[in-house]
């Protein structure tokens, strides 16, 4: 009996295993200590302000489930319901917007094709640029002024981006988060929230935690 007891007392003193989660300080400080308080301030306005009054008898992760699915539906809110006009100037202003996303640096026509230039750093720090091109069709070249201030309001995913250095970095230790990083890797764009939802339910993956949270909200307000 004496031994039984100790058995027990062995399996109350050690630690309860816990779920892998993704280190927010980690996080935090590959972002930028600045832009970081600004993704927390979004993050909350978010949660605080447009989830709890949208569903107001769920929790977080339900709330987010759902607002997910709606998004699938096409049941989609307007822009300013999802996060304050001040928090959304911040984030532009921070330059947490530019780490997340490339727009172009200058947008031209030649011949039967726009040419759109985009600038990135690369990891040595060095200033790095590239070209990419769509054809315009005859019946297009009337409008070609409007052509170009479409292709100047493009962005793509910033790869480069310290945003993205900090998710390859946090998904060692979140599933939700290997996940986002690997389907972003694979389509080199941003990442379908079909697709978010079809890898929660698939693999039963938690994103409760902060990074999985602040990773949920750039996806959705954008």
């Keep these: 009996m004496k031994q039984l007891l100790a058995f027990f007392t062995i399996l109350l003193l050690l630690p309860f295993s816990k779920r892998p989660s993704a280190d927010l300080e980690k996080f935090e400080e590959i972002l930028d200590p600045e832009k970081s308080e600004i993704l927390t301030k979004l ?8 989830l709890a009054k949208r569903y107001p008898d769920m929790d ?27 928090n959304e100037k911040m984030f532009i202003s921070s330059g947490l917007f530019k780490e997340i996303y490339l727009s172009p640096d200058s947008v031209w026509i030649r011949d039967k ?35 170009i201030e479409l292709e100047k309001k493009l ?3 910033n790869f480069q981006g310290n945003y993205f250095k900090a998710i390859k ?25 079909h697709l978010i939802l079809q890898g929660i339910k698939d693999y039963n993956l938690d994103y ?8 949920l909200v750039l996806t959705l307000i954008n």
């Design 169 to 193: 970095v946090a998904k060692s230790k979140s599933p939700f988060i290997d996940l986002y990083y690997n389907y972003a890797e694979a389509i080199g764009s941003f990442v379908p929230v």
């Design 155 to 157: 962005v793509k995913f």
């Design 113 to 147: 094709e726009v040419i759109t230039q985009w600038t990135y750093i690369d990891d040595g720090g060095k200033i790095k640029s590239y070209k990419t091109s769509n054809y315009v069709s005859p019946k297009d070249s009337v409008k070609i002024d409007s052509i």
């Design 60 to 86: 977080i992760s339900d709330s987010y489930w759902n607002f997910m699915i709606d998004i699938t539906q096409q049941n989609f809110p307007e822009k300013k319901e999802l996060i304050s006009e001040e």
């Design 43 to 50: 993050t909350e306005d978010f949660e605080n302000n447009f």
């Design 208 to 215: 409760t935690d902060p990074v999985e949270r602040r990773v």
